[in-house]
């Protein structure tokens, strides 16, 4: 059987589908699974030994059909489900299966900020797509592949051994999401041992501030330095991962390294939190509870629609460092 998988973005949801892919693999040995993803998210899925074959597209679908349709492939599971992907799979005319995506309920809750979302995570939703093929979760986290030319030799880059660190990721794709430079000097602050900071070439400058404005010794700014899969190296050799919601913490939670995370304008009951089912590796969840205001968005702003930020503003560093010590041990 030829199945094709598709989900386009972004970074942490096609982190995410790696368990299904892993599933259908095992399950499934015989078959030749395919998988289509914009090209910027290539590096994430390319080196996965359960997939055969990456298919990207930049901007339309128009890019790879006649491709996809050469593939005759068998049947489609759609980790997307969205107007792109019914458009491909009606295209393609092959059978295709699709995850509860739950767009009303996730309406919902952010307009009325009353729940009726199901307490099951996105990647258990991922598996519905997939249950007629007689496939089922093994119950076991994501899998994220490094290859060793991406590794990065902590000795040899910062003189540092793996486990005598902590990594903190301090960007997001929208501010709402992310720790405020303030609350980050706080925590730095009162860190002991050094910190990696993580993030792409967008918080450099942030990260520089960091460093200078803490006059700590034993930080480095690494933002923009790595690519994913090099920074995904470092996440991996840390003693704990600080971060917010964002794609990096579902890279981290395929790892069996602690997670401390912070959340600002989202919620962990819309089904993104780290994906452990067997907790193989402890983690925690930071919120401000009790505002009336959160969920404001499922993804993000680039500010707060109120302007006072207390989902953020309100994190107290302290409570963030207990966890972080507690998962120290």
């Keep these: 059987m030829k199945i094709l998988v598709v989900r386009f973005s972004s970074i942490g949801d096609v982190v995410l589908t790696a368990s299904v892919v892993r599933c259908l693999k095992e399950q499934l040995p015989s078959s030749e699974i395919h998988f289509l993803t914009k090209s910027s998210f290539r590096s994430i899925v390319e080196h996965n030994p359960n997939i055969d074959k990456v298919i990207t597209i ?9 491709e996809l349709k050469e593939e005759k492939y068998d049947h489609i599971v759609d980790l997307h489900n969205n107007l792109r992907t019914r458009s491909l799979a009606f295209r393609l005319r092959k059978p295709t299966t699709r995850f509860p995506k739950l767009n009303l309920e996730k ?9 009726s979302m199901p307490d099951i995570h996105v990647v258990d939703r991922y598996f519905e797509a997939v249950k007629s093929l007689g ?21 040899e880059k910062f003189n540092l051994q793996s486990r005598e660190y902590y990594s903190l990721v301090i960007g997001a794709k929208f ?11 706080e925590l730095i ?4 041992l050094p910190i990696i900071l993580i993030g792409g070439p967008d918080d450099r400058e ?24 090099g920074s995904a190296s470092i996440l991996k050799q840390s003693r704990v991962v600080i971060t917010n919601d964002t794609g990096m913490m579902h890279i981290a939670g395929c790892f069996d390294v602690p997670i401390v995370s912070i959340w600002g ?24 509870k009790g505002l009336n205001c959160r969920p404001c968005s499922k993804i993000g702003f680039e500010s707060c629609p109120k302007g006072h930020f207390d989902c953020m503003m ?15 041990d």
């Design 58 to 66: 930049d901007s339309s679908i128009k890019e790879v059909t006649s």
């Design 107 to 115: 309406w919902k809750l952010v307009k009325f900020k009353k729940s």
């Design 135 to 155: 496939v089922k979760s093994d119950g076991k986290k994501g899998d994220f592949l490094i290859p060793s030319s991406y590794e990065v030799d902590m000795e």
């Design 175 to 185: 501010k709402t999401k992310q720790l405020p430079e303030e609350k980050l000097l």
């Design 189 to 192: 602050s009162k860190i002991q």
């Design 206 to 229: 942030l990260g520089n501030r960091l460093v200078e404005l803490s006059s700590k010794e034993n930080i480095v700014n690494t933002c923009g330095d790595f690519s994913i899969l």
């Design 265 to 288: 304008n989202t919620v962990p009951e819309l089904g993104m939190y780290p994906y452990r089912p067997n907790n193989e590796a402890s983690f925690s969840i930071h919120e401000v």
């Design 314 to 328: 309100k994190q107290d560093v302290d409570i963030l460092l207990d966890s972080v010590s507690e998962l120290s």
